[in-house]
């Protein structure tokens, strides 16, 4: 069983990485931390709790952590997850209040503490990462890594340049994939590969609780994906993190070279990858180059069904 840390900014498929995590014998998840990304701190937040409280697991701790990035200008993804961040299915507020920590210090206790080396799996902007290493770089000795979602090798999907999660952060991105944590980065290149689809979500809608929510976010967030890209799908980027740390093979990566552009707007967060060894950069990061699909999605259905 692998110790994880789910950082995150629900969103929809933070949302269902959650459920898939919460789903699924070989995690045993420790806590969730949330970051402003997709919606503001508040927003992010109260959904995660409110997810967690659908499936009635309040023995889940979660610990607020960073309302903006390191130095740039707080951006959220409301055309992409709405005004409230979790838009679409019936949820009730949240039934509890975060932690009195913050969750860079709650990160460090529990990290510290904890009797087996833990994951770390990003699934929003890295500031928090970027602040815990920062505040405590003698603990990066008890991580066993760092599984992000985030980057592209390829276009981005806030710029052509860059992902979201990288583009709102760049400094803490660039700590992070600076920092000498084994790191993987699971980016668009696979998760565009690997499209949930209405019928997955047919498949879902009557399996329980969390089948329903899942196919009642769908309904929503497919919507964004239909009109940007005209699929008749939606990725389920977040889950596909979760997904590497469940089974590996599910995902193929390179080990590669990765540095992040902080500079001005037209190439902000890009995620420059020397997969080929042209530049000579030092490894850095194992980078996902190849998702199985249907394999990924298979299991994904089967394991949020099984919840009830
Ligand atoms: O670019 C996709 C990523 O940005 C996902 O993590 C999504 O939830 C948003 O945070
Ligand atoms: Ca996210």
Redesign the pocket.
Known sequence: MTSVILD???????AI?LLLTLASPEIGLLGVTTVS??QTLDRTTANAIRVLDHLGRDDIPVAAGADRPLVRRREV?AN??GHTGLDGPELPGPGREPCAEHAVDWLAGVVDSAPEPVTLVP???LTNVALFLARYPELKRKLDGIVL??GAIGEG??TPAA???IW?DPEAAARVFGSGVDLTMVG?DV?HRALMTPAHAQRLASTGRAGRLVADLYDFYSRFHRDRYGWDGA?V??ACAVARVIDPTLIETCTCGVRIDTGGELSRGRTNADRWGRVGWEPNCHVAVDIDAERFLGLLVDRISGLG
């Open positions: 995150c900014d629900p969103g929809h498929d933070d990485a990304g997709n993804a992409v997850h699934t929003g902007p979602m985030g999907n806030v992902e979201f999660n709102v668009l998760t990725p980027h977040d």
